[in-house]
């Protein structure tokens, strides 16, 4: 991937679109010579840059940050690479969120610090196995889900496997708490659009109007 400069001067910007990546109005307007996605010529430069150090990989291997939250809920590709294995900087906050709304209650540290731990102990049982047995994805995914349920069953009755559904969603997508939201409620507006008759133009509008620009997390393999 490769960022093509088009306007000249730190003063020029496009009129259209605010930069995905800084918000502002889009100053030496660039592109991306694979998917044409805009950005400002110093902001895609430097994402390229700190990406490409992160994984350290050429950089025209990086992959476009707009292309990259195409494949934010890319459940298979999670388990698949065992991405459950590194650490969710996110994930306790996003708990205690959903388990207050689905069980009503102010305190739920209790419940919280029992499926972290519940989760803590499945990876650590998961990463000395590794080394010695191999599992399909599928089979790693099915008995993540089912871990995770038998722990929070007694606390989520009928709740439970909407929550762990939306617990696998989370933890596949690597966004923070807001960009998730965003993304899900775009995604989630998107879908009650088509299947109401909506035409494609008018999805296209509304999204872009409402487009939101996530802060991502980035995993050691999702840039490349």
């Not at 890319?74 to 689905?102: G, H, I, T, Y």
């Not at 496997?161 to 965003?182: I, K, W």
Request: proline residues 4%.
């Amino acid at each position: 991937m490769a960022a093509k400069e088009i306007a000249v001067g730190s003063s020029s910007f496009s009129g259209g679109d605010p930069c995905p990546i800084c918000l502002g109005p889009i100053l030496q307007e660039s592109y991306l010579d694979t998917c044409f996605h805009k950005f400002c010529f110093r902001c895609i430069k430097q994402w390229i840059k700190v990406v490409s150090s992160k994984v350290s990989k050429p950089l025209s291997s990086v992959k476009c940050p707009l292309c990259f939250l195409a494949d934010v809920f890319d459940v298979p590709r999670f388990w698949k690479l065992k991405k459950l294995l590194q650490r969710n900087r996110w994930l306790e906050s996003w708990l205690r969120r959903e388990l207050q709304a689905l069980m009503q209650e102010e305190d739920v540290d209790i419940v919280l610090h029992h499926l972290v731990g519940v989760m803590d102990s499945f990876c650590k049982r998961t990463e000395q196995r590794h080394k010695q047995e191999t599992r399909s994805a599928e089979a790693f995914q099915e008995q993540f889900k089912s871990v995770i349920a038998e722990a929070g069953r007694p606390f989520l009755m009928a709740r439970t496997d909407r929550f762990v559904d939306e617990l696998e969603l989370f933890l596949a997508s690597g966004l923070n708490m807001e960009a998730y939201d965003a993304v899900y409620k775009q995604r989630l507006d998107w879908n009650n659009s088509r299947e109401v008759g909506v035409s494609n133009e008018a999805i296209e509008e509304e999204n872009r109007r409402t487009r939101a620009t996530p802060n991502l997390f980035l995993f050691e393999e999702d840039s490349v």
